[in-house]
């Protein structure tokens, strides 16, 4: 029912394998998440995969960033959608919830777009709360 919630739990399904990457099917939305997670440092980027028969529809890899050569400790300890769905959270500019004391990051979709909590803050901002990364 929510295609962000499955991208997440493909990519803690990842994790857990200690794979080296992950493929998803392809949306807008969930380009915009991966670039943040890119820009922020939880993975090492992603990529466009062209499915010849699909049309249309293509697959996006991520690939998955781990801070030891035996991939025991990955970049991303925790990754929670907050608004579903069925409940749809948004937040105030002044009260943007911390994430982890600071250390992890709030995804917001705002009208300037998604962005982080912190990128939220210094432009005064509110909006729908996607999602914690720490």
Known sequence: MD??????????????????????PSSKLKEALLELLRREGYIKGWEKVQDGAKGT????????????????????????????????????????PYVERGFGIAILSTDAG???????RKLGKGGELIAYVW
Request: proline share 6%.
């Open 3 to 24: 295609p962000v919630a499955d991208m997440f739990s493909a990519i803690k399904n990842a994790i857990r394998r200690k794979a080296d990457h992950v493929e998803v």
């Open 57 to 96: 529809q293509y697959t996006l890899r991520v690939h998955l960033k781990y801070l030891d050569p035996k991939k025991e400790r990955s970049a991303i300890s925790g990754l929670q959608k907050v608004s579903k769905p069925g409940r749809r959270i948004y937040t105030p500019k002044h009260k943007i």
């Open 114 to 120: 998604l962005i982080t909590d912190h990128e939220a």
